[in-house]
């Protein structure tokens, strides 16, 4: 079966909390390419096809994805924390979890991107590192499972409530900034992250 990477692109930096949910669509489109391609290669030679998934997915969380994380620490997080309601201070309590699961993610991603440009490199992994692989996948698959329910049942609904348009528009152009993009609202938006 084909491995898709297409995306389909709908918000622009008009929409930051939009966008953010588009990431995370991607995010969990590129995880289940490696996912795919770890169980269906096992451990031996990649085909060209197998090859271009692999590369484009850890291209994608190598240097795309962490900037969802900063766009969410540094910008949304933030403004979140700067909101004077006391029904908003239950869900700020949540952030911190949500920042300690990055960190985990992102410890995970480097193993994995380790192991996968080995397997790029030298056409095949040792039954050990196929191993991991997958065991490093599946726990990155679970970790994401919980923390963008939280993220988009959570943390997205009320940031888009509490937030004035002025603030919302505020993270929209450091997303933009963060990507080198421009920021125009109705126009397109960011391509891979
Ligand atoms: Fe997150
Ligand atoms: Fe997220």
């Known amino acids: ?30 995880l289940e390419v490696l996912v795919r391609v770890a169980t269906e290669a096992r451990e031996g030679s990649l085909s060209a096809e197998h090859r271009h998934a692999m590369e484009a997915a850890l291209s994608y969380f190598d240097r795309a994805a962490p900037m969802h994380t900063a766009d969410e620490e540094e910008d949304l997080f933030p403004e979140l924390r700067r909101v004077d309601r006391p029904d908003i201070e239950q869900i700020v309590a949540r952030v911190s979890r949500l920042e300690s699961e990055h960190s985990i993610a992102t410890a995970w991603h480097h193993e994995v991107h380790e192991i996968g440009e080995r397997w790029l490199r030298q056409d095949y992994l040792l039954p050990h590192e196929a191993a991991e692989l997958k065991r490093v996948l599946t726990s990155l698959t679970e970790l994401y499972r919980g923390h963008i329910a939280v993220e988009e049942n959570e943390i997205f609904p009320v940031a888009e409530e509490a937030l004035s348009a002025f603030e919302k528009e505020a993270i929209g152009r450091r997303m933009a900034l963060r990507r080198g993009a421009g920021f125009i609202v109705g126009s397109p938006n960011m391509e891979h992250a």
Request: net charge neutral; proline share 7%; hydrophobic share 35%.
């Open 1 to 30: 079966m084909p491995v898709s990477i297409g995306a389909t692109q709908e918000s622009s930096f008009a929409n930051p909390i939009g966008l953010l949910t588009d990431c995370h669509r991607r995010i969990e489109r590129f």
